[in-house]
Each structure stands twice: as structure tokens, then as C-alpha cells.
């Protein structure tokens, strides 16, 4: 990424990502057709859980966020053996955490399920859920180490083809697993729960054999296993920011499905319905992101600033007009794509209202999410961090509590009484409309301040590497480099 035209080079690189995050939303929009097909309330259950589920996926991504950025500024400026050491580090990092999680979610997981909103019937297919979703979170982790540590190289094509048998494992067995095909059970929400577990479990273990093959841009070494103090603490003090961030969206959208749910199973069916077809916009936008922190991460290495930020205007453009041409075809036929998930009236009539509403910001807020991954890229994750925050946390929870409910606050001192809107759960959908909007504004500011395109790494002497030049790789090697923060 580092010369030659951008265009053509930024497209060979994200298209695998794009492909890859497509596949992934391809699993879970199947685990949402074939659930519609045992009950309302199974779907509201897989609804509620998708942002839930989501959390502990975003902070798997925030902590290899750390690995993009070092990974590729290593790669860009030629020290491929630091490059190792970060990725060993980074799978014994996420091992750790992932594990740490499950216990707690497993601990908690009732206490949760009560704190979103999941009661009666949805209560109980939604813990059937999350109690295979929880063991499958080091499964989890460690194929986003795996995806991030090549990514970081330049090689997205790998993980691609995982997540291609992984979604496709996924697909098949979803029906025999959840409506009990053949000579299986039919199990509802814990069998699509399963098939996930399954089919992540074959994306990890093949991903982990890849990285200790060597031969696709970084190596696993088991000596490299150690907690590397150093290293550990480079990874978290830049991806602690990525994954504070992960979390605050990830408790944003707890907190929106919360608000939700009190609406009843219909809206929060169609909410379910609805954020997996907006997923479909996430998948394409934040692959690119990625693509994009990459080609920042190699382009700072290299110590060319300017061609970074053209990285990121030509991401940037092109996603856009990519998403807006999808949320035009959706804003057209609403109901067709609801009717694909779910045939319950109520439930289509609710999410043709939230697509008319929300899919026109669609590519603003695409926008952000590419801008996001160029300040990962850059090490600049506190930036990434802030929109986050300010994206969801000012600019879209607050708004759906004056929008959608009705309360009122006193104000004597001033002799000011405040109230809501009470928009019902079309307040809601609003309150995601603004957020895209209003977040998109303040990203094009702070790309455009340009206060982001110092590296992470500095110029350093030599790294040692007793085992020499490695397959495929460049043999050139340097001193062992420092990372500031």
C-alpha cells in the first residue's frame, strides 16, 4: 500500500474483508430466517442478544485493533520480526480476556438477560442462547487475533476463505440444529447457538495452524509465547482505547435495545430484523475501515503522511456511494426485505417504518466507520474512541430517552419543566437517524484537522531474529524498535 495507485490497491485489499464481513452477516442473517421459522419470540430473543453478543465481539476487536496498527507500521517499515512477536502477544493477550469474559458471562448471564429487557418466553429462549454464545467467546477472540495479525501484513484473503467454510458450516447446519432436521432434536435458539460454536471452533483451529505455518506474512512462534512485559503493555495502551470504544457501542446498543424492548415483541422483532440488515452496511463500511487502517498503518511506517490521508478520502468516497446505493434498494422495497426474515404483519409494518427512517444516514455514518479505521490504523484509537462516544452516547442514547418516552423533569431553581417527546418507538428509530448524522460531521472535522497522522512506531536499531530470513518474506531485519504512546 505504500506506492503505485491507490485506487486499484486499496480494492484488492478490502474486498476480502468486505467479502469475509459479508459471509459473517450472511451466518447471522440465517440464524434469523431459520429462528423465524419456531416463533415471534424466539426472534425477539436473538434480537435482544445480538447487541449483547456484539459487545464481547467488540472487544475482540478493539484489542487486535492495537495489533493492526503495530503489525502493519512493523511490516511498513520492514522489521518483520517485531511484527511476530506482537501477534504472539496478541494471542496470548486475547486467550486471557476471552477467557476472563466467559466466566463472568456465564456468572451473570441471568442478571443480564433481566437487565435488557427479556422476559417470559423470550427470557428463556434467549438464555438458551447465550449460554453457547458465552463458551464460544475464546473461539472468538483468538480468529480475530488470526484475522488481525495477517490483515496487519497485508493479507486478507486468507481469512476470507475461512470465514467462507466457517459461514457456510454455519448455514447448513442451522436448520438441522434448530428445527430438528433429520436425526437431530430440534433445539430452536440453542441450536443456532450451536452451529455458531461449531463452525468458529473450525475457523479458529484452521486459523491457528496458518499462523504457526509462517508462510502467509507473519509467524507464530511458540517461544514467543512468553508474556513479553513490554509488548503486552504497547498492545493494551494503544488497543485499550478500541476496545473501551467497542464496549461503549456495544452498551449503546444494549441500551437501545433496552428501550426497545418495552415496546413489546413486534418493534423488537423488527429491531432484531432491522440491525441485521444494517449489518449488511456495517460489514461493507468496516471491512473497509480496515483495508483502510492497514494502508494508513503501512503508509506512516513508510513515512508518507499525504498518501495516507488520499488512502482515506478514496475509502471514504467510494464506501458511501457503495452503502447509498444499498439503502436506496431497501428504501424502495421495505417490506420485500422484511417479508424475507419474518411473514407476521405487525412485525413487516414495524420494520418498514425503521428502514424509511434510518437507512437514508446509512452512508454517513459509513462514512465514519471508514474514518475510524484510518485513526486505528494511525495508532490514533482515542480519536476512533471519541466519535464512538460521541456517536452513540450524545448524539443517539439521549436522544431516543427525549424522543421516544414520557417523563418530565423540574427544574425550580429556573422555573423550567422538561419533557419528553413521547414519540413512541418511532422516537427510537429517530434517535439513530440523528446520531449517523450529527457523527459523520464531526469525523469529516477531525480527518480534515489532520492531528492524526503520526505512526506509532519509532526508528529503532536492530531486532534480533535467530532464526533468520522466513519464507516469503523479507529477510531484512532491524533493530527491535519502541513504541511510544
Do not use: C
Request: hydrophobic share 55%; charged share 15%.
Amino acid at each position: 500500500m505504500t506506492t503505485g495507485a491507490i485506487p486499484p490497491k486499496l480494492l484488492h485489499l478490502a474486498w476480502p474483508l468486505v467479502l469475509g464481513n459479508l459471509l459473517q452477516t450472511v451466518y447471522n442473517l440465517a440464524d434469523v430466517f431459520w429462528v423465524g421459522r419456531v416463533s415471534s419470540e424466539a426472534v425477539a430473543a436473538v434480537s435482544l442478544m445480538f447487541p449483547l453478543s456484539w459487545m464481547f465481539v467488540s472487544t475482540a476487536m478493539g484489542i487486535t485493533a492495537a495489533t493492526i496498527a503495530l503489525v502493519s507500521q512493523y511490516v511498513g517499515s520492514d522489521d518483520d520480526r517485531m511484527a511476530d512477536r506482537v501477534v504472539a502477544q496478541t494471542v496470548l493477550l486475547t486467550l486471557v480476556v476471552s477467557s476472563v469474559l466467559a466466566v463472568l458471562g456465564l456468572s451473570f448471564r441471568r442478571s443480564l438477560l433481566t437487565l435488557i429487557g427479556a422476559r417470559e418466553q423470550v427470557f428463556v429462549e434467549a438464555l438458551a442462547y447465550i449460554e453457547v454464545i458465552f463458551l464460544a467467546l475464546p473461539l472468538t477472540f483468538l480468529f480475530f487475533a488470526f484475522r488481525s495479525s495477517l490483515q496487519g501484513a497485508g493479507d486478507t484473503k486468507t481469512a476470507m476463505w475461512l470465514v467462507f467454510v466457517s459461514a457456510g458450516i454455519n448455514v447448513v447446519l442451522d436448520p438441522f440444529l434448530i428445527l430438528g432436521w433429520g436425526p437431530f432434536p430440534a433445539m430452536g435458539t440453542r441450536g443456532a447457538a450451536i452451529a455458531t460454536f461449531v463452525s468458529r471452533a473450525f475457523a479458529t483451529v484452521a486459523g491457528i495452524y496458518i499462523l504457526l505455518d509462517g508462510r502467509f506474512g507473519v509467524r507464530l512462534r511458540l517461544a514467543d509465547l512468553t508474556p513479553d512485559a513490554a509488548i503486552l503493555k504497547q498492545l493494551v495502551d494503544i488497543g485499550y482505547p478500541s476496545t473501551i470504544d467497542g464496549w461503549a457501542r456495544s452498551f449503546a446498543s444494549v441500551a437501545m435495545a433496552g428501550f426497545v424492548a418495552r415496546f413489546g415483541a413486534n418493534p423488537t422483532a423488527a429491531y432484531g430484523i432491522g440491525l441485521r440488515l444494517m449489518s449488511v452496511t456495517w460489514a461493507v463500511s468496516g471491512a473497509v475501515g480496515n483495508a483502510t487502517a492497514t494502508g494508513v498503518g503501512q503508509n506512516l511506517g513508510a513515512k508518507t503522511p499525504a498518501r495516507a490521508a488520499a488512502v482515506v478520502r478514496t475509502a471514504t468516497a467510494g464506501t458511501m456511494v457503495l452503502i447509498g446505493g444499498v439503502a436506496a434498494v431497501l428504501i424502495a422495497f421495505p417490506a420485500r426485505a422484511m417479508r424475507i426474515f419474518v411473514g407476521d404483519p405487525d412485525v413487516i409494518a414495524e420494520g418498514v417504518v425503521f428502514l424509511r427512517i434510518i437507512a437514508p444516514f446509512w452512508a454517513l455514518f459509513a462514512g465514519v466507520m471508514v474514518i475510524q479505521g484510518a485513526l486505528r490504523g494511525a495508532g490514533n484509537t482515542k480519536a476512533a474512541m471519541v466519535l464512538s462516544f460521541l456517536s452513540r452516547w450524545i448524539f443517539r442514547v439521549p436522544v431516543a430517552l427525549v424522543l421516544a418516552f414520557a417523563w418530565t423533569l423540574s427544574v425550580p431553581r429556573f422555573g423550567l419543566t422538561i419533557r419528553g417527546l413521547e414519540w413512541g418507538i418511532d422516537g427510537i428509530w429517530w434517535a439513530y437517524a440523528f446520531g449517523m448524522a450529527a457523527s459523520f460531521v464531526v469525523a469529516v472535522v477531525w480527518f480534515r484537522l489532520g492531528t492524526w497522522t503520526d505512526g506509532v512506531i519509532d526508528d529503532g536499531g536492530n531486532s534480533d531474529d535467530a532464526s533468520g530470513p522466513q519464507p516469503g518474506r523479507s529477510g531484512s531485519e532491524h533493530d527491535e524498535e519502541l513504541i511510544d504512546d
